[in-house]
């Protein structure tokens, strides 16, 4: 499997409308703290709307809802892992991406089988307290090497001008949240992403 790489990860529907337009080919609706019928009404609407434009939408967390919904995609972290049916998920014929932070994680991660792994944070990043120092891009060689034909993704802390660096250290897509979310202009930004990494498509 090839992902884009370029990997738009944002928390709403409306986020989805306004710049998947822009040439976004893959994306992670990725919502916290929202009961189950409003996450409903967000999956259908990005599933929906990102079918229109050829895009591959990503459900974090949500994995019996991504089923329900007929998703393509579910990414996990290494604690919803533990929770999720597996078995289920593959049944559903559901793509699998896992997030990876040591490596006794990305251990357990292989073990699942993954569609793909996630590598972060790369560098320092405001989303979200995280008890894992940057990783930096010799981790990414290492993890690239461990993952081999699995596509690797990197997250945390990335911007169009990192993108060299973390391409060249063996990443196949580049995750990307606040560089884009809270940019001034976030149309102009995810057209600055799309530009940088289009010689890797």
């Excluded at 307290?129 to 034909?149: F, H, N, T």
Aim: proline fraction near 6%.
């Amino acid at each position: 499997m090839k992902l884009d790489p370029f990997y738009l990860i944002v928390d709403s529907a409306a986020w989805i409308e306004r710049l998947v337009p822009l040439g976004v080919r893959l994306v992670q609706l990725r919502i916290k703290g929202m009961d189950e019928d409003g996450l409903r009404t967000e999956i259908r609407k990005a599933k929906a709307f990102c079918a229109r434009h050829d895009c591959h939408l990503v459900v974090n967390d949500h994995w019996r809802l991504a089923i329900e919904e007929g998703c393509d995609f579910v990414h996990l972290g290494q604690e919803d892992l533990q929770a999720a049916n597996l078995p289920e998920i593959r049944a559903a014929g559901i793509r699998l991406g896992l997030s990876t932070h040591d490596h006794a994680e990305l251990e357990t991660a292989m073990a699942a089988r993954p569609d793909y792994v996630a590598l972060g944070p790369v560098y320092p990043t405001i989303l979200k307290k995280m008890k894992w120092a940057p990783q930096g891009l010799e981790r990414v060689r290492a993890w690239k090497d461990a993952v081999a034909s699995i596509p690797l993704v990197a997250i945390g802390g990335l911007n169009p001008e990192r993108l060299d660096g973390v391409f060249g250290a063996g990443a196949d897509s580049a995750a990307v949240v606040t560089d884009i979310t809270l940019n001034p202009d976030p149309e102009t930004r995810t057209r600055e992403w799309i530009e940088k990494t289009d010689p890797w498509r």
